[in-house]
Structures are given as structure tokens and as C-alpha cells.
């Protein structure tokens, strides 16, 4: 499976925008970029997926880049309930498995 | 829409023991899917079942675990003897099983602590 890198770690204040970086540089035409996200003992819970193009549902935009070697989720207005572990999972076309990493620990400051 | 059940929420072990734990999926969910969560590192898929037949158990430790799925529903997931290292949270999961851009629903998680 392809592997993304996140950063460990990020904190950001409450009812601003947060921007959670993923590399993926040996991505392939047919891997799907699928973000999770796992509140404080829940299980983890989807946020969005994309292939090329931008992506917005109700929980976040994801922002693919040209290359697709990197992508972005942006949570528009943090809140205190935002504050989990997020997945960047590469996601084989025609694969159902997820393969998760250890994701980025997402802080929200009141 | 009710979600994914699993029971016990918290089980407590001496090493050595046998341990059970039980998955009702989402109806109509084909895929049924068991992740080990270990403290401080992300869900790793043990085993994977589409309706009754495994697609998926490359990382199941089938010297101690085991796991079933009868009548393409709900799911037992077995560990016999278990040892300190499975102290972990175990995550079942399904979906519809639609592939790459199917999403995958998960339970609240059983956490095993193994003395």
C-alpha cells in the first residue's frame, strides 16, 4: 500500500480554520484519498474522501493537489468537538481495506 | 439508522485466558471488518469478511485468534490464550462493500486489558 505522512501533532484555536497536511508522493491514478477522523474513545468516524478534484461535504473540504502528491483538510471553523486523531489513508481502487497510520492529534484552544 | 454494536465495552483477563467478543454490523452492510487498535497507534485490519466467506485474514494471529461471521450478519472475534500483548481495543467495522469508495462504519470498540 502506498504510504502518506501526517504530522503528529497541530493545535489551533477555537472557531478558526484548521489546515491538516498530507503527503502522499507515491500516490497512484487509482488510489482514493480517504480522510478519518477518532474522538477521544469512539471508534473512527469518515470525513471525506476525493480522487483529483476538490472535495466539500457538511464536515470539511479536502484540496487535492495538481500532482496528487499531497492533499489538505480544512475543518472552515474549529470547535472544541473537532478535537480528535485525523487518518490520511491511501486507498486502493477497487480495495475496500484500510490502512491507517498514526495520524495527527488535533488540539482545539478555547 | 442504528449503527455498529459490539459487546462488552471493557474486558478485564488474566494471560492465558479465552476471550470473546461479538459485532452486530449495520443491516444490509455486506462487509464486516475487525481492527486491533493498540494505545497510541492507528486500527489494524485482523480480518475481513464479505457476507460469510473471508476475503481478507493476512494479519490475524490464527495460532490465538479466531473469528466467524455465521448467516452473513453479526460476527464473534475469539482470542485463546491470550497474552499481555493483546491488551488492545478491538474495533469491528462494516459497509456496504462497494470498494474504493465505500465508507466503513465502526463500532464504539471492546477494550481488553490482559493482566
Known amino acids: 500500500d502506498a504510504k502518506t505522512t501526517q504530522p503528529n501533532s497541530m493545535e489551533s484555536n477555537e472557531e478558526e480554520p484548521v489546515h491538516l497536511p498530507c503527503n502522499h508522493s507515491t500516490i497512484s491514478g487509482t488510489d482514493y484519498i480517504h480522510w478519518y477522523r477518532q474522538l477521544p474513545s469512539q471508534g473512527p468516524e469518515y470525513v471525506i474522501h476525493g480522487l483529483t478534484s476538490n472535495v466539500n461535504n457538511r464536515m470539511a473540504s479536502l484540496a487535492i493537489a495538481e500532482d496528487r502528491k499531497s492533499s489538505t483538510l480544512i475543518l472552515h471553523r474549529a470547535t472544541l468537538r473537532d478535537a480528535a486523531v485525523y487518518y490520511c489513508i491511501l486507498r486502493l481502487g477497487g480495495n475496500e481495506k484500510l490502512t491507517f497510520g498514526t495520524g495527527t492529534r488535533l488540539t482545539i484552544i478555547p | 439508522e442504528a449503527g455498529v454494536a459490539q459487546s462488552p465495552r471493557y474486558k478485564i483477563i488474566e494471560k492465558r485466558q479465552s476471550v470473546a467478543f461479538w459485532c452486530n454490523p449495520i443491516?444490509?452492510?455486506?462487509?464486516l471488518y475487525w481492527y486491533q487498535q493498540i494505545l497510541g497507534q492507528g486500527p489494524k485490519l485482523l480480518i475481513q469478511f464479505q457476507n460469510n466467506g473471508v476475503v481478507d485474514d493476512s494479519q490475524l494471529p490464527k495460532d490465538r485468534f479466531s473469528a466467524e461471521r455465521l448467516k452473513g450478519v453479526d460476527s464473534t472475534l475469539k482470542i485463546q490464550p491470550a497474552k499481555l500483548e493483546d491488551s488492545a481495543v478491538y474495533l469491528c467495522a462494516s459497509s456496504f462493500g462497494g470498494g474504493a469508495t465505500d465508507t466503513q462504519y465502526f463500532g464504539p470498540g471492546t477494550r481488553l486489558t490482559v493482566l
Open positions: 443491516s444490509g452492510h455486506a462487509t
